[in-house]
Nanobody, 118 residues
Framework: QVQLVESGGGLVQAGGSLRLSCAASGRTFSMNRMGWFRQASGKERTFVASIFWSAGSTYYADSVKGRLTISRDNAKNTVYLHMNSLKPEDTAVYYC???????????WGQGTQVTVSS
C-alpha cells in the first residue's frame, strides 16, 4: 500500500505560479510511475503529467507543455508539479496518482484545489 498526500493548491491570478507537492508513504519501493491529473467542475478527470520514478522520464498533456513541469525528489518520496503562466482554464482539483509496478495509475491522493482568477 502507498498513501499520497497533496499540498500547495490555492488561489492565484492569471499569469501567476504555484507549486503542488505530493508526498508518498508506505511501500514506496513499489512505485513505478507518478502522475498528476486534474478535474474541472462538471468535467472528467484528465491527465496532466507523469514521471517514471527511477528513470525520471516525463510526459505531458499538450495543453500544459511549456508551462507545467513535473519533478521528483526520490529521497523525500515526493513529486512536484511546478505551474507557471497559469490560466483560468487551469482551474481544477489536482490529483496525485501512483502506478505501482505497472503503468496503470491505481493509487490516488485526495486532491488539492487550484483556482486561477482572470
Amino acid at each position: 500500500q502507498v498513501q499520497l498526500v497533496e499540498s500547495g493548491g490555492g488561489l492565484v491570478q492569471a499569469g501567476g505560479s504555484l507549486r503542488l507537492s505530493c508526498a508518498a508513504s508506505g511501500r514506496t519501493f513499489s512505485m513505478n510511475r507518478m502522475g498528476w491529473f486534474r478535474q474541472a467542475s462538471g468535467k472528467e478527470r484528465t491527465f496532466v503529467a507523469s514521471i517514471f520514478w527511477s528513470a525520471g522520464s516525463t510526459y505531458y498533456a499538450d495543453s500544459v507543455k511549456g508551462r507545467l513541469t513535473i519533478s521528483r525528489d526520490n529521497a523525500k518520496n515526493t513529486v512536484y508539479l511546478h505551474m507557471n503562466s497559469l490560466k483560468p482554464e487551469d482551474t481544477a482539483v489536482y490529483y496525485c496518482a501512483a502506478a505501482l509496478r505497472t503503468n496503470k495509475f491505481d493509487t490516488w491522493g485526495q486532491g488539492t484545489q487550484v483556482t486561477v482568477s482572470s
